[in-house]
């Protein structure tokens, strides 16, 4: 309580979290981005200027890189200025020029000038992208220069793109612009812009005529000036709010969290951006749903791998990633929204019809009925013009819940039908009534749905026991004439009884899957906890990692150890599959130079990288730091066979299992240093 005078745990804890963040800096080189509405604002010119006055009062400054730029009066600013050669790389038979990381760090200027920090490293570059150049030269204590458009900025991609029509496609995470320790916005009247568009300022005549016509008109350079200040805005209230909050003087705001759903619609990224930037303007957790079903399970590879992308821009726009199994994805989503103190839902528009369970068709409908008094936030697609979503629905592989039969399943349900058409007979035989028949009928429509997979046996089952019950039980016998009119009823009681409960057991089976799928995983974890606590050597702990990892995933494991405060040699754990005889070649191209520098990297960096990832993404596993406090205690590498990213809940089960290694890692090195002093 803060009515006596002290601060509340949150307020405690908000405080702490800045103070922390603010210490880990220490040691970081500072970041300064020259920020523009447009390109010819000046930013490049911007830079070299305050490049210049730090020469002049002789601050150490070197050009990394700065994009050539037809410009003579921004060229001149270059002049007298120590230039880092640049990368040659070739890519498709064309050399590219690019900027050189390792030659930066190796020459360590005191400051440093990197143009274009939304940039797209060619193909064989350490990074897919300049900013996390930048990120590496700024962890090695370098100060970096540099320059943005507003339009790079990834939650502003969709206003963007709706005011100037162009989909912008080099964009950085909005946490690499607010973590900035300076941004200069580089300011112009939009008139003034054209004016020197005209003149060919920044453009040749042929492309500036272009521009003119289509991104350089005058309603687009205000809106995007417009879109600048704003911004600008938001950042400097934010790090005054920072501000005062460590100082202990300012206004604390806990409570807020932003849940956003994702899935494969195209449309999705849209909602997850207005997702972030509801986060960011209330200060609030930032989360991101996912829930998989079964159908959804079965997805084509197309639509899993646009799952992915929107994953992966949720996890780049600081959402947390949850994935949750069920078959009612309203549900799910009202669940999770309840228990995780949601207090804001952002949902994309949906057209689809969900029929059981529910009142109204949407899924939005359901939702805002189970958590009536939550904000929800509905995201229209504006992409075709028209203002509505197009629907949009996932497809499907041929084993999806409804096509899937098997031969074994048609004649388990042959089988179960002549079974009892058989028992019917033997007990009408002994005087049992047409009531006990029928149950008798609902029994092996009941078991075919237990026995089978999917829906199509049970619902053949169903229809065929009315038939079967009406050639060999009603007057007339042996015909599919109903003598009594009150048997259509009967008949249509039975197919109804048939379909509801082979509609139920199949819910039931679902949700029984989706329990032994949580239990399996929850047990995974807690043996690797019990088991890591007995463990007292570096090897052992290795061992158990990689046996955990291919008892959830059966991947091939490398574990490289910590020794004497250098990368060990790696330990390689073959997925079981493999042949014999191809087993001592994959052990070389698993460790080959390539691999171990790519290890080497995450030893001395603390990210991962590898294949999947955005730094030397051309690798064949994906490589995770163990990590103690600041510091690596062990590399640990997944052979990904099928260069696809790793799913949400078994990726967070691995950081789980390594995050638990880590503290016995750190437990073994303190009784190792013990042994030393005694």
Same mark, same amino acid.
């Given at each position: 309580m803060e009515g006596d005078g002290r601060p509340s745990p949150e307020r405690l804890l908000a405080r702490l979290h800045a103070e922390n963040e603010r210490v880990h800096k220490l040691g970081y080189g500072k970041l300064k981005i020259f920020l523009g509405f447009a390109a010819g604002t000046g930013k490049t010119y911007a830079m070299l200027e305050a490049a210049q006055k730090l020469k002049a009062r002789?601050?150490?400054? /070197?050009?990394?890189?700065?994009?050539?730029?037809?410009?003579?009066?921004?060229?001149?600013?270059?002049?007298?200025?120590?230039?880092?050669?640049?990368?040659?790389?070739?890519?498709?038979?064309?050399?590219?020029?690019?900027?050189?990381?390792?030659? /930066?760090?190796?020459?360590?200027?005191?400051?440093?000038?990197?143009?274009?920090?939304?940039?797209?490293?060619?193909?064989?570059?350490?990074?897919?992208?300049?900013?996390?150049?930048?990120?590496?030269?700024?962890?090695?204590?370098?100060?970096?220069?540099?320059?943005?458009?507003?339009?790079?900025?990834?939650?502003?991609?969709?206003?963007?793109?709706?005011? +100037?029509?162009?989909?912008?496609?080099?964009?950085?995470?909005?946490?690499?612009?607010?973590?900035?320790?300076?941004?200069?916005?580089?300011?112009?009247?939009?008139?003034?812009? =054209?004016?020197?568009?005209?003149?060919?300022?920044?453009?040749?005549?042929?492309?500036?005529e272009r521009a003119l016509e289509n991104f350089f008109t005058m309603d687009k350079l205000v809106a995007l000036r417009e879109i600048a200040l704003r911004r600008m805005a938001d950042r400097v209230n934010r790090l005054a709010e920072k501000e005062k909050l460590v100082m202990g003087t300012g206004e604390f705001s806990a409570g807020e969290h932003v849940l956003v759903c994702i899935s494969a619609s195209p449309a999705s990224p849209k909602t997850i951006r207005a997702g972030a930037r509801l986060a960011f303007a209330f200060h609030a957790d930032f989360t991101a749903l996912y829930?998989?079903?079964?159908?959804?399970?079965?997805?084509?590879?197309?639509?899993?791998?646009?799952?992915?992308?929107?994953?992966?821009?949720?996890?780049?726009?600081?959402?947390?990633?949850?994935?949750?199994?069920?078959?009612?994805?309203?549900?799910?989503?009202?669940?999770?929204?309840?228990?995780?103190?949601?207090?804001?839902?952002?949902?994309?528009?949906?057209?689809?019809?969900?029929?059981?369970?529910?009142?109204?068709? +949407?899924? =939005?409908?359901?939702?805002?009925?189970?958590?009536?008094?939550?904000?929800?936030?509905?995201?229209?697609?504006?992409?075709?013009?028209?203002?509505?979503?197009?629907?949009?629905?996932?497809?499907?592989?041929?084993?999806?819940?409804?096509?899937?039969?098997?031969?074994?399943?048609?004649?388990? +349900?042959?089988?179960?039908?002549?079974?009892? +058409?058989?028992?019917?007979?033997?007990?009408?035989?002994?005087?049992?009534?047409?009531?006990?028949?029928?149950?008798?009928?609902?029994?092996?429509?009941?078991?075919?749905?237990?026995?089978?997979?999917?829906?199509?046996?049970?619902?053949?089952?169903?229809?065929?026991?009315?038939?079967?019950?009406?050639?060999?039980?009603?007057?007339?016998r042996f015909t599919l004439t109903a003598g009594d009119s009150s048997y259509p009823v009967t008949f249509c009681m039975m197919l109804a009884v048939g379909l509801f409960g082979t509609y139920m057991v199949n819910k039931l089976q679902s949700q029984f899957e989706v329990t032994v799928k949580r239990t399996y995983r929850t047990d995974i974890l807690l043996n690797n906890s019990r088991k890591l606590r007995r463990i007292d050597t570096r090897e052992a702990v290795g061992n158990e990692i990689a046996a955990q990892i291919q008892k959830l995933m059966n991947f091939t494991v490398l574990v490289y150890m910590k020794e004497e405060g250098k990368i060990g040699a790696p330990r390689v754990y073959l997925r079981k599959d493999i042949p014999e005889g191809e087993q001592e070649e994959r052990r070389l191209s698993y460790t080959s130079p390539e691999e171990k520098a790519v290890a080497g990297w995450v030893f001395g960096n603390g990210h991962r990288a590898g294949c999947t990832t955005h730094t030397l993404p051309s690798a064949r596993a994906i490589y995770l730091p163990v990590m103690e406090g600041e510091n690596v205690s062990a590399v640990v590498g997944m052979v990904l066979e099928e260069r696809r990213e790793i799913a949400p809940f078994e990726y967070g089960l691995i950081t789980a299992m390594l995050d638990e290694a880590a503290l016995v890692l750190e437990r073994i090195g303190k009784i190792e240093e013990l042994g030393r002093k005694t």
């Open positions: 002789g601050v150490d400054v /070197a050009a990394g890189y700065v994009e050539p730029h037809a410009r003579p009066e921004t060229m001149e600013k270059l002049e007298g200025l120590e230039q880092i050669p640049a990368r040659m790389v070739e890519y498709k038979g064309v050399k590219l020029r690019e900027f050189d990381l390792d030659g /930066a760090l190796a020459r360590r200027p005191g400051v440093l000038l990197v143009d274009e920090l939304a940039h797209t490293n060619a193909p064989g570059c350490r990074h897919q992208k300049r900013y996390q150049d930048i990120q590496e030269l700024l962890e090695h204590g370098i100060q970096v220069y540099t320059t943005v458009n507003i339009q790079h900025l990834e939650s502003l991609n969709d206003i963007v793109g709706a005011i +100037t029509g162009i989909e912008v496609r080099e964009r950085i995470p909005d946490a690499v612009f607010d973590q900035a320790d300076q941004v200069k916005l580089v300011d112009i009247e939009a008139e003034e812009l =054209v004016e020197r568009m005209k003149e060919g300022k920044i453009y040749q005549k042929a492309q500036a829930v998989e079903t079964r159908e959804l399970q079965n997805m084509e590879e197309s639509d899993k791998k646009r799952r992915d992308e929107n994953l992966r821009l949720a996890r780049t726009l600081g959402a947390k990633i949850v994935t949750v199994y069920g078959e009612n994805i309203s549900r799910q989503i009202s669940e999770y929204a309840r228990i995780g103190n949601v207090t804001k839902l952002v949902l994309g528009r949906t057209n689809h019809k969900i029929w059981f369970g529910q009142t109204k068709g +949407t899924l =939005v409908d359901c939702v805002s009925q189970a958590v009536p008094n939550m904000d929800i936030y509905i995201i229209p697609d504006l992409k075709n013009g028209r203002g509505t979503e197009k629907s949009y629905k996932p497809k499907h592989r041929n084993t999806s819940q409804i096509t899937r039969i098997s031969a074994p399943d048609f004649g388990k +349900t042959a089988g179960l039908m002549a079974l009892s +058409t058989v028992l019917g007979i033997g007990l009408a035989g002994l005087g049992w009534t047409e009531p006990n028949i029928i149950m008798i009928y609902l029994l092996g429509v009941m078991a075919t749905a237990v026995l089978t997979r999917g829906y199509l046996c049970s619902l053949a089952a169903s229809a065929v026991s009315v038939f079967l019950f009406n050639y060999f039980f009603t007057g007339p």
